[in-house]
């Protein structure tokens, strides 16, 4: 709800405007229209009064209706409440309105004011109120439902955009410079393995180009693929390794950003040393609805802050859903928590 003194301006604004035009429209009409009575008469006094009253009355009721009813698309339920609550509201305005001018003016009693009082009079009232309030909170949905689509798109553009910069992260030269070295070596070396090294390199960009127009995709299958891509580095790194996978929680409708678990893996391996007699263990679980990726560490001294990688995960997830990427880093452990979102609860 807009602060209490806009709110009074607001009302004030509109206020003055329906009493000039209620002005010029008897000034028309009536040729020995007498300007000074009509402003300073009992019935303009008391019109300016509960327009200025019903403007600020009808907005903080309309706020609580939509506490009542918070989604935008439950505008029709909105409007349904707010018809009869604002007809008991009017009633009590005008009538509070009314009364206290002619207490005020001709020390009318209460029983008096009570005998003298039309139903017509607050059915016109009532109307009006009505009528006028749904123009201005329509104009004031239209305007909100504009800015909500803006917001869409803005987030649509930044989700491309993330998706872009994931892609040239993804596609990291100094990985492909890396591996290619390695088949290099496995070629002289051993063939078998550099047929089997070539199998899992192609597998793996495979992946990566099936997935770049995707904004999430079921767990088990990123894991599957983070399985071939272990196996890679494994070969890469003969032997540095302890990889330890348990997937055997994870649900079908349970998705992750894709290619999230790679770049976690190479920021693992990128921030740490390893070596066979100091093994780099990666352990990649499923804990409170959480897709665990968890490493020991062996910090790098050159090495420190947040990778790009690492940032580029947070900033997916946060266009995608409420719950954030969590990230501990202990004495001897670094954990990355992924949410796993239910297929459909995505909030594009």
Do not use: W
């Not at 009314?98 to 005998?115: E, G, N, P, Y």
């Not at 040239?168 to 390695?182: C, E, G, I, R, T």
């Amino acid at each position: 709800m807009k602060p209490f003194k806009t709110l009074c301006i607001n009302a004030l604004i509109i206020t003055l405007i329906i009493s000039a035009v209620i002005t010029a429209v008897n000034f028309a009409s009536d040729p020995n229209f007498d300007l000074r009575s009509f402003v300073l008469s009992k019935g303009m006094l008391s019109g300016f009064l509960t327009g200025f009253f019903l403007y600020i009355g009808n907005a903080f009721l309309y706020r609580q209706i939509c506490q009542v009813f918070p989604e935008s698309a439950q505008y029709a339920k909105r409007i349904l409440l707010f018809i009869p609550t604002t007809a008991v509201l009017t009633t009590i305005v005008v009538f509070i309105i009314r009364f206290s001018i002619m207490k005020i003016t001709i020390d009318q009693s209460l029983v008096d004011f009570i005998a003298k009082q039309h139903i017509g009079t607050y059915f016109n009232m009532i109307l009006i109120s009505i009528i006028v309030s749904l123009l201005i909170f329509s104009f004031y949905f239209y305007k909100a439902f504009k800015e909500s689509q803006l917001k869409k798109q803005t987030a649509l553009t930044k989700s491309a955009n993330a998706q872009f910069e994931s892609l040239k992260n993804q596609l990291d030269p100094h990985f492909l410079f890396n591996s290619l070295n390695v088949l290099t070596s496995l070629i002289e070396e051993d063939p078998q393995k550099a047929v089997n090294f070539t199998t899992s390199l192609s597998r793996i960009y495979r992946y990566v180009l099936e997935q770049k127009d995707k904004s999430l995709v079921e767990a088990s299958q990123e894991i599957s693929f983070a399985r071939i891509f272990l196996n890679l580095l494994a070969i890469r790194f003969e032997g540095s390794l302890a990889i330890h996978i348990n997937d055997g929680d994870i649900q079908e409708d349970e998705q992750v950003v894709p290619l999230a678990l790679q770049l976690l893996i190479e920021n693992a391996i990128k921030h740490n040393s390893l070596s066979l007699h100091n093994l780099l263990h990666i352990n990649i679980y499923k804990e409170d609805n959480k897709l665990i990726i968890q490493n020991n560490l062996q910090e790098k001294e050159s090495i420190s802050g947040m990778g790009i990688g690492l940032k580029n995960i947070i900033d997916r997830y946060a266009l995608l859903t409420r719950h954030p990427v969590t990230i501990t880093k202990t004495a001897d452990h670094f954990i990355v928590a992924l949410p796993l979102i239910k297929k459909g609860n995505q909030v594009l």
